[in-house]
């Protein structure tokens, strides 16, 4: 199984904020920090979507439509893995497919069989779509997390 996955924030500064929340019996202040976050987040999931589509295909654009299937938005703000997440999760394609999120954004070439058929192979050139349309939207999005973080940490104890 291979997943891209970038954290548009870290979970430490989150879980502490939650907590302190939760502890205040701030819980409609924590929800809608969460609905904020998640809002703010939001425009990377299209934006990684469209560049998968845009992926060139000499078939039906089944592989595409599996790869933006499996592309989401996490806000979590407690457990382990607190944050925010937008990821292309592996666990979400079909079996042998597993692997193809990492394989189209990689640098190298790599092979598979035609539609299954372990006689007949070819080789696929990756297709970055992941990083380079995610990167230009993190700066904005991160200043407005944090300006989120911020407003609630005024209510946490």
Do not use: C
Not at 19 to 37: K, N
Not at 43 to 65: E, F, Q, Y
Not at 124 to 140: I, R, T, W
Not at 142 to 157: C, D, G, P, S, T
């Amino acid at each position: 199984m291979a997943s891209l996955s970038v954290s548009v924030v870290g979970g430490e500064e989150l879980a502490r904020i939650s907590a302190g929340l939760r502890r205040a019996g701030e819980t409609q202040i924590r929800r809608q920090m969460v609905t904020d976050l998640r809002r703010v987040s939001k425009p990377i999931v299209p934006r990684v979507r469209n560049a998968i589509m845009a992926i060139p295909s000499k078939h039906d654009g089944t592989l595409r439509r599996e790869l933006a299937r499996a592309t989401t938005l996490q806000v979590r703000s407690v457990g382990k893995e607190t944050g925010i997440k937008v990821r292309v999760d592996g666990r979400k394609m079909p079996g042998s497919k597993r692997g193809l999120p990492s394989r189209m954004e990689g640098k190298v070439r790599w092979r598979h069989p035609v539609f299954g058929d372990p006689d007949v192979w070819v080789g696929q050139n990756a297709h970055p779509y992941f990083y380079k349309n995610v990167e230009p939207l993190s700066l904005k999005v991160r200043a407005q997390i944090f300006q989120i973080l911020n407003e609630a940490a005024r209510y946490a104890r």
